[in-house]
Each structure stands twice: as structure tokens, then as C-alpha cells.
């Protein structure tokens, strides 16, 4: 069977398209009552997303309500370092907690390989199968992955951080014992992305939430050079890259063998497109902070960023997820103004 809204696909291919398709980052979560009453129904977030029906039906609220254009699975990225062998603790208004870290070779060693991606993360697979199904063709569904330096920084320091220093230690003064780390992760999620095509998805993003964190230079090293090699992994379907904070990096992330580039709401638009050229589909990039401010200003800033895009080659998005406390009136009214502006109005 056809999907029956294939636009975000077409996108992604470079191919033109009847309007500018549109999803958000984020988007199953906090945002919508009908997701916090699905949420109050388990123990804690990491019941929700190993629960594979559950996590299917939050996967397709924000198709049902919001009226997006494709669906993202309902998951963490930090499934990977806990089918790895380092669990992880979800505290609430706080974030991810890691009791253990990763210090040493001998830590490494300990953990798991690629196979750990085929043997732990089923529930993941069939949240992926059940969402397909009850998606019914109607839009694309995405997976997803976290950047392998992403998950390292997560693995190493044990949770959220303004600075990363113990990871940036790693780098500095330890950068073989770095690399080791890096190549393990690379290699499990290279394994997850392709069990997820596998399950079904249709295109799959590349979160490096913490990009930003690092010079150009260590950054190619530690976190592009991976980030690549999962690239040139995936050939079956469209593949976006999202780096946080990556401004440095825009001119070597053109070379990526994938699709889309997504911009954070600090990457001028128009300055992008220059510098990655014209060869990749970009993704972004409104300020998520825009969605507080009036009705009116929403649409005036909707249309100033889909004028700076310009028609084609372009999937909406914010710069960054949907804050919690956002209005879903709002956001619903931020996805209406692109279905409305449409190609032929600019």
C-alpha cells in the first residue's frame, strides 16, 4: 500500500512538493492532557515507553490532534546505553540518572555490543509494528536515535550537565579510551536503526542533543566522524541529522551521506542554505519560545521563516522539542499557518 500523505518522504528525496510538510520535535509528550492521561496510567515514563501498546497510542496522538505530518515513535535515546548494560533512573523535573558510569576500559569491556540492539530493545520494535498498523498508512512514521556522542556524554558524566566536563576529560586527556566508547555505541546503534526500518519506520533523525558543547575541531573527531559512519550505514531510508548548537559545523555536515539537515533556531536560515548548499533538504527552525507568544505573532513569524526557506527543500519544525507548557492551541494553530501557506502564496 501508498502512504496516504507521503510529503515529509518527497521532502526529504529533494523532489517537490504541493506545500511545506511540518512535524515537531517532541510533539508525543507533555503538550497534549490526553498524552499526561495515558502517562498517569504506568509507573514513571520508562514504564511508558517499554509498554509497546501504550507507547504506540501516544505515537499517534499528535497525528490525530495536531494534524502533523508524520508520526515519531514514542521513545528515549537512552534505551541504547541501558540495553548496553547501564541502566538509567527517569527522575521526575529532573532528567535522566545514570547510579553507574562509565571511568575506565575495564567499564567498557563490560559493556554489551551491537548485539545488544537486537536483544533488548523488542519493545521498541513492536511499539514500531503495533503504531504502523494503527497508523494505517496515513502518514510516515519516524525513528530514532541519539548521536553516539550524545549517549557518551550521558554514559560518562551520569545525567544532564551545563558542561559535560567529565565526557570533555575523556576526550582530552583519555581520547583512546573515547574512542573505544564511541565505536561500541556506533556500532549497537547502527543495529537499532536498521531493526527499526525493519519494523517499519520510513525515515529515521540523528538527535546530537549536546553537540554545541564542543570545538569544531573535537567535534568532527568525536562526534561527526560517528555520526557518519551510521549514515553510511542506512541506504533504505531518508535520514535527518539534528545537532543542537552545531553552528561550527554546518560546511561538514553537507558532506554527510544523508537527506536533511536540521537547523536549531541560532542557524540563520538563509546563511545555512549558503553554506550547506543546495544539495540536502533542511529542517527547522522557528524558536520553540515563539509558540507563547500571540496568535498573531505566531502566523507573522511562521510566514517570515517559511519565506527564508522558501518553498521546497524544506520540512517545518522548531529549532528544538515543544516546551511542556506550551499551549496545544497554539502549536495546532503553528502547524495550520504552514499547511496554509501554502508555495503558491509566497
Known amino acids: 500500500m501508498q502512504l496516504k500523505n507521503d510529503l515529509i518522504l518527497r521532502t526529504a528525496k529533494g523532489e517537490k512538493t504541493e506545500r511545506t510538510p511540518v512535524w515537531l520535535m517532541r510533539q508525543a509528550g507533555r503538550i497534549l492532557p490526553e498524552y499526561r492521561k495515558v502517562r498517569e496510567s504506568v509507573n514513571g515514563f520508562k514504564e511508558l515507553v517499554t509498554n509497546p501498546t501504550l507507547a504506540a497510542e501516544v505515537t499517534i496522538q499528535p497525528v490525530d490532534i495536531l494534524g502533523v505530518d508524520a508520526a515519531i515513535i514514542f521513545s528515549d535515546i537512552l534505551v541504547i546505553p541501558e540495553a548496553m548494560g547501564l541502566p538509567y533512573e527517569m527522575i521526575e523535573a529532573k532528567g535522566p540518572l545514570f547510579p553507574k558510569t562509565i571511568q575506565s576500559e575495564s567499564d567498557i569491556r563490560q559493556l554489551r555490543g551491537k548485539d545488544a540492539a537486537a536483544d533488548e530493545l523488542q519493545y521498541v520494535y513492536e511499539a514500531i509494528k503495533i503504531t504502523k498498523k494503527e497508523l494505517d498508512w496515513r502518514v510516515p512514521l519516524i525513528g530514532f536515535a541519539g548521536a553516539p556522542f550524545t549517549i557518551m556524554a550521558y554514559m560518562v558524566d551520569g545525567g544532564g550537565s551545563k558542561t559535560f566536563s567529565k565526557t570533555k576529560k575523556m576526550l582530552y586527556a583519555e581520547p583512546a579510551l ?16 536498521k531493526r527499526q526500518i525493519a519494523a517499519g519506520v520510513d525515515m529515521l533523525q540523528i538527535f546530537d542533543s549536546w553537540a554545541g558543547i564542543l570545538a569544531p575541531d573535537v567535534y568532527n573527531e568525536f562526534s561527526l566522524k ?48 549558503t553554506i550547506i548548499g543546495d544539495a540536502k533538504t533542511l529542517q527547522g527552525n522557528l524558536d520553540p519560545c515563539v509558540l507563547y507568544a500571540s496568535f498573531d505573532d505566531i502566523k507573522k513569524e511562521t510566514q517570515k521563516m517559511l519565506n527564508a526557506f522558501g518553498p521546497y527543500k524544506h520540512i517545518a519544525n522548531l529549532g528544538h522539542g515543544v516546551y511542556p507548557d506550551t499551549d496545544p492551541e497554539k502549536v495546532k494553530y503553528f502547524i495550520e499557518t504552514i499547511k496554509e501557506y501554502s508555495p503558491k502564496m509566497r
Open 178 to 193: 573515547a574512542h573505544a566508547l564511541l565505536s561500541k555505541i556506533t556500532a549497537a546503534t547502527i543495529v537499532y536503526l
Open 226 to 273: 560517528y555520526i557518519s559512519e551510521i549514515c553510511n550505514a542506512i541506504n533504505e531510508v531518508p535520514v535527518t541529522v539534528f545537532a543542537k548548537g552545531a553552528f561550527f559545523a554546518r560546511k561538514e555536515m553537507a558532506s554527510l551521506k544523508c537527506n536533511t539537515i536540521g537547523l536549531d533556531w541560532n542557524m540563520d536560515i538563509k546563511e545555512s542554505r
